[in-house]
C-alpha cells in the first residue's frame, strides 16, 4: 500500500530556534501534499497545501513566513517552522494525495490521501 | 474554519455494541473520508465514499452519506476495545480555482469501547 513518512516523529527545541519537518511519500508519487496541525484533543486543521514544483497554498491565518513549505520532489515536502515559539507546539501531520484510475472505461480519477504517522514538536 | 462537526463529541460503549458517528458538512463535496487516529498517533484511513455513492461496507464498518441533508454517518458494528480511538470524517471539497482538493476535517468523536 501506500505509505507515507515523517522525520522526526518527534523534537523538543529551544525557542526562537528552526526546526524542519520531512513528509516522504515512499512508493508512490505525490504531486500534492498537504500539512496539518492538531492541538490535543482537537481536529487537524489544514495548514497549507503544497505542490511540487510550485508556491504552496496556505489557508487563511496561516503565516507563510513562520511555516515555510518547500515540495522540492514528487516524492518529499518540507515544513519549516521559522523562530519557533511555544505556542507553535503541536502534532503536525502531512499527507500525500495519491491520484488514481477507476476501473471504469470512462478513467474516472479520484483521490486518496495516506497520512504520515505525525511529528510532535514541542517548543521550550 | 472547519467544514465538518461531528456528533457526539464523545461516546463510550459497551464492546459487542454497535456504535454510530454523524458528520454534517456545509458545501459540496467530491467525496467523503472517515478516518480513524490512536491517541498521538497518525491517522488512518477507513472508508471513501464519493459524492454518487449512498452506502459503503467495509468489513464491520458501514457509511452512508446524504448530500441533499450534507450528512454521512459511520456504523461500527459488534464493536470491540481495540476500535477505541478518534473518528474523523474529511470532505473533500470541489476542485478550487487553483485545481486542487482540499481535504477538511470534522471535529471528531472520541469513541471508547469498553470491555
Known amino acids: 500500500g501506500a505509505v507515507v513518512s515523517q522525520h522526526p516523529s518527534w523534537v523538543i527545541c529551544k525557542s526562537g530556534t528552526s526546526v524542519k519537518i520531512e513528509c516522504r511519500s515512499l512508493d508512490f508519487q505525490a504531486t500534492t501534499m498537504f500539512w496539518y496541525r492538531q492541538f490535543p484533543k482537537q481536529s487537524l486543521m489544514l495548514m497549507a497545501t503544497s505542490n511540487e514544483g510550485s508556491k504552496a497554498t496556505y489557508e487563511q491565518g496561516v503565516e507563510k513566513d513562520k511555516f515555510l513549505i518547500n515540495h522540492a520532489s514528487l516524492t518529499l515536502s518540507t515544513l519549516t517552522v521559522t523562530s519557533a515559539h511555544p505556542e507553535d507546539s503541536s502534532f503536525y501531520i502531512c499527507?500525500?494525495?495519491?491520484?488514481?484510475?477507476?476501473?471504469?472505461?470512462?478513467?474516472?480519477?479520484?483521490?486518496?490521501?495516506?497520512f504520515g504517522p505525525g511529528t510532535r514538536l514541542t517548543v521550550l | 474554519s472547519q467544514q465538518g462537526e461531528e456528533d457526539p463529541q464523545a461516546l463510550s460503549i459497551q464492546e459487542g455494541e454497535n456504535a454510530t458517528m454523524n458528520c454534517s458538512y456545509k458545501t459540496s463535496i467530491n467525496n467523503l473520508q472517515w478516518y480513524r487516529q490512536n491517541s498521538g498517533r497518525g491517522l488512518v484511513h477507513l472508508i471513501l465514499i464519493r459524492s454518487n455513492e449512498r452506502e459503503k461496507h467495509s468489513g464491520r464498518l458501514r457509511v452512508t452519506l446524504d448530500t441533499s441533508k450534507k450528512s454521512s454517518s459511520l456504523l461500527i458494528t459488534a464493536s470491540r476495545a481495540a476500535d477505541t480511538a478518534s473518528y474523523f470524517c474529511a470532505t473533500a471539497l470541489a476542485r478550487t480555482t487553483s485545481g486542487t482538493y482540499k481535504y477538511i476535517f470534522g471535529t471528531g468523536t472520541r469513541l471508547k469501547v469498553l470491555a
Open positions: 499527507s500525500a494525495r495519491a491520484l488514481r484510475l477507476s476501473g471504469s472505461p470512462s478513467g474516472v480519477l479520484y483521490n486518496e490521501q495516506f
